[in-house]
Nanobody, 125 residues
Framework: QVQLVESGGGLVQAGGSLRLSCAVS????????TGWFRQAPGKEREFVAA??????????ADSVKGRFTISISRDNAKNTVYLQMNSLKPEDTADYYC????????????????WGQGTQVTVSS
């Protein structure tokens, strides 16, 4: 079955960088989209970035545009989606989740079908 496993979270100072990874397995994903979402304590889960597996199209939330970069690696049948996060701010502190859906153009969590368990990112001021 489809599995998504995140890694790479941690504690970083403001202005620093982290790279999150999402290992995706259990199928072929040529027409799928992987999104990154985040949820801070007491807040709703929100869209961060998405990438399409076929065209490589990307989309970002305004709050992370210019600081975060989403990318895909297909190496020896291992599918990994990365989220490079630079110039981190305390307000980026949250649990980060990767998710998978069929088809492009959606940014609402409820429109994604498969989810990872999340990885925590803490940015200190």
């Amino acid at each position: 079955q489809v599995q998504l496993v995140e890694s790479g979270g941690g504690l970083v100072q403001a202005g620093g960088s982290l790279r999150l990874s999402c290992a995706v397995s259990g199928g072929t994903f040529s027409s799928y989209v992987t999104g990154w979402f985040r949820q801070a304590p007491g807040k709703e889960r929100e869209f961060v970035a998405a990438i399409s597996w076929s065209a490589g199209s990307t989309r970002y939330a305004d709050s992370v545009k210019g600081r975060f970069t989403i990318s895909i690696s297909r190496d020896n049948a291992k599918n990994t989606v990365y989220l490079q996060m630079n110039s981190l701010k305390p307000e980026d502190t949250a649990d980060y989740y990767c998710a998978l859906r069929y088809g492009w153009g959606r940014t609402t969590p409820g429109e994604y079908d498969y989810w990872g368990q999340g990885t925590q990112v803490t940015v200190s001021s």
